[in-house]
């Protein structure tokens, strides 16, 4: 009973090509453990140089998305001696890395605020249509600008997929309910 | 001021070496910080009291970068504004961008930071060996 259910989850995942799978919440920690994994595996399937940076590239700044904006988040409040201001938060998501053929895909999903999604499609939608050289205009400009409203990053990491991804990104939302969207994003290199 | 500020590299940090007496700073290696800010914060703090009282100088600055997360991309490019603000009042600013010839993201993304350079001098060069 118990080794048939983690096997048809295991099985699962490999029927789709998964090599790696996290679902849970993700810390810092958690993307440096798993990507010195990830670096090993891909120099074990001796992936060239230029795809290993890009895969590793890919999940690092999908992995930092779930970390930084995730919806799905546990508190915990700190003893009140400590600095008022501060909260441990962690934030749920999952991610996938696998194989499709000759490619790699790094997929990665987690909850965002309905209200969020059509912003986010339409920024989505931009980079995906755009060619390498306008994505490269795009990101030089961002770099240049002010971070976003609710932004925590430079804005960039999204430009950086598309950039390090070899066609064009795909993604995703599923309605959860009134207030939560499920958001996918895939990338393949 | 001090001589040189020496931080040494961990799996998610570069290494930064800056020689102030022999005018020659470098970084190196794998940038992806837990906290960007916290990571750069004394970098930029070494370097804006060097080039402040730099004047009419000279200063090589190399980058040996390996992979930079987007975050840190942001750090670099206000490390490039402070050598080119150090240029145009005068310093003598060479900066070196050294990449790994099997990776044309990081020659491509030296090569975008270079346009920037107006005044600093900007090479841009394969990474030896």
């Known amino acids: 009973m118990l080794a048939g259910q983690l096997m048809d989850l295991r099985s699962a995942l490999h029927a789709q090509g998964v090599i790696f799978a ?32 890009s895969v590793f590239a890919i999940f690092v700044e999908q992995m930092q998305n779930i970390i930084r904006y995730s919806a799905e988040k546990a508190h915990q409040a700190l003893p009140p001696a400590s600095d008022a201001g501060a909260l441990t938060e962690i934030r749920y998501g999952i991610l996938t890395i696998g194989r499709e053929g000759d490619d790699y895909v790094v997929c990665a999903g987690n909850l965002v605020e309905r209200t969020d999604v059509p912003r986010l499609r339409e920024r989505l939608s931009k980079i995906r249509s755009m060619s390498k050289d306008e994505l490269k205009a795009l990101y030089k400009e961002q770099l240049r600008s002010d971070p976003e409203q609710g932004s925590k990053g430079a804005g960039l990491g999204l430009m950086e997929i598309a950039r390090r991804a070899t066609q064009p990104i795909d993604f995703d939302f599923a309605d959860v309910d009134d207030e939560y969207s499920f958001f996918a994003l895939k990338a393949t290199i | 001021m001090r001589d040189k500020l020496n931080i040494e590299a961990t799996s998610r940090t570069p290494a930064v070496v800056f020689d102030f007496a022999n005018h020659h700073m470098k970084i190196s290696g794998e940038s992806y910080p ?6 750069y914060r004394p970098v930029f703090d070494a370097l804006d009291t060097y080039l402040g009282k730099l004047g009419k100088g000279t200063c090589r600055f190399d980058f040996e ?5 987007s975050s840190s991309a942001k750090a670099v490019m206000m490390l490039m504004d402070k050598l080119e603000d150090a240029a145009k009042k005068g310093a003598a600013i060479e900066v070196y961008w ?4 099997e990776d044309d993201t990081m020659q491509e993304l030296g090569g975008e ?3 920037d350079l107006e005044t600093a001098k900007f090479h841009l060069e394969k990474m030896p060996g």
Not at chain 2, 34 to 39: C, H, K, L, N, S
Request: charged share 30%; no cysteine.
């Open chain 2, 113 to 115: 930071f270079g346009e």
């Open chain 1, 22 to 53: 996290y679902s849970g919440y993700v810390t810092e920690p958690v993307l440096s453990g798993v990507g010195e994994a990830l670096k090993q595996k891909l120099t074990i399937d001796d992936a060239d140089t230029k795809t290993l940076r």
């Open chain 2, 34 to 39: 837990e906290d960007v800010t916290e990571f």
């Open chain 2, 98 to 101: 050294f990449y790994d010839k």
């Open chain 2, 65 to 69: 970068l390996i992979y930079l997360n």
